[in-house]
């Protein structure tokens, strides 16, 4: 079992930058990726950054070059740097972490956060 707790989120300004943490905890041993995706009204949940913890990384092309993904494996916190917002980056923005084996793998979800963009 992984819980998994974020933080940050809220209304800014296009332009501006904002930064989002979330906290795993519980069976968080062995090879793992943690990252986020999010989903706006009426659109499809899509990937915006994953990053395991043997250093390989992901990004959605919608966000790459403006958003930057990073990993503290010693306190199993993933954090998202969003640069240079967009109003179309509105969106609730969901931690994701995904576990491996041995056995089975197992896929847990963060609570969501709101993050809205004003023009």
């Known amino acids: 079992q992984v819980q998994l707790v974020q933080s940050g989120g809220g209304l800014v300004q296009a332009g501006e930058s904002l930064r989002l943490s979330c906290e795993a905890s519980?069976?968080?041993?062995?090879?793992?990726?943690m990252g986020w995706f999010r989903q706006a009204p009426g659109k499809q949940r899509e990937l915006v950054a994953i990053?395991?913890?043997?250093?390989?990384?992901t990004l959605g092309e919608s966000v790459s070059g403006r958003f930057t993904t990073s990993r503290d494996n010693a306190k199993s916190t993933v954090y998202l740097q969003m640069n240079s917002l967009k109003p179309e980056d509105t969106a609730v923005y969901y931690c994701y972490y995904r576990r491996y084996g041995p056995g089975s793998d197992s896929t847990y979800w963060g609570q969501g956060t709101q993050v809205t963009v004003s023009s």
């Open positions: 990053q395991s913890n043997n250093g390989q990384t």
């Open positions: 519980g069976s968080t041993f062995g090879i793992n990726a």
